[in-house]
């Protein structure tokens, strides 16, 4: 893992606790090391946001940083990485596919970048960071206005609003997977999911917004 991430630790422990999720260990698991990550991450991102985006307003920046920092782009870094493999997990949460959850894997990538950062400082963080969002910096565009916000906008020009309700929730609270409908009048439902609330509902106005598109 150390050759992967180009690190090579002076405490250990830091990176395995990085990768220990709650299902394997409560009291030792990633989540403190999470919550840093998340903000080390806001940093590194909006730190090449500014040099990436000159010209770019606030409100344009903070959208371009919601996308790179969101649970989707975070697992997805993870699997770049190859983080999935490495993630200390109860059987059962292996069992049901936990390697592969978002939710997971983007806990884990926050984990590793805290950890990363605690042992060889913003340099550290910043390299893995350059490494592993690379594709979701060239996918960034100037509209970056998420599908929740797209299908409000619609359906405003036309004097609706969509309805969104929850029909479904599974799994534990450490990972949860939300079901969501969206509707707008005459048009849906349809369906989303997602490892929150907010995810399932995104999920559910692209759906749409594919079908009424």
């Not at 999470?34 to 940093?43: A, I, K, P």
């Not at 805290?114 to 960071?129: C, E, N, T």
């Not at 969206?182 to 559910?204: C, M, N």
Request: charged share 25%; proline share 3%.
């Amino acid at each position: 893992m150390e050759e992967r991430l180009g690190h090579r630790f002076q405490d250990e422990a830091l990176l395995k606790r990085a990768l220990t999720h709650a299902s394997a260990d409560a009291q030792r698991s990633n989540e403190r090391l999470e919550f840093l990550g998340d903000r080390v991450l806001g940093l590194v991102v909006a730190e090449k946001l500014q040099a990436l985006y000159p010209q770019d307003n606030e409100g344009a920046l903070a959208l371009k940083l919601n996308a790179l920092v969101r649970q989707e782009a975070c697992a997805a870094a993870a699997q770049v990485a190859g983080l999935g493999d490495h993630i200390v997990l109860a059987k059962s949460e292996m069992a049901s596919g936990g390697r592969g959850r978002p939710a997971i894997l983007a806990c884990a990538c926050e984990a590793v970048i805290a950890a990363l950062y605690l042992d060889g400082g913003l340099d550290a963080a910043r390299s893995f960071v350059a490494r592993n969002w690379e594709q979701a910096f060239a996918s960034l565009t100037q509209d970056m206005r998420d599908a929740k916000t797209s299908l409000q906008e619609w359906a405003q020009a036309r004097k609706l609003a969509p309805q969104y309700r929850q029909v479904g929730r599974e799994g534990p609270d450490h990972a949860p997977r939300f079901t969501v409908e969206v509707s707008v009048a005459g048009f849906g439902p349809e369906t989303g999911e997602g490892g929150s609330k907010r995810e399932a509902e995104q999920d559910a106005a692209r759906r749409l917004l594919d079908k009424i598109g």
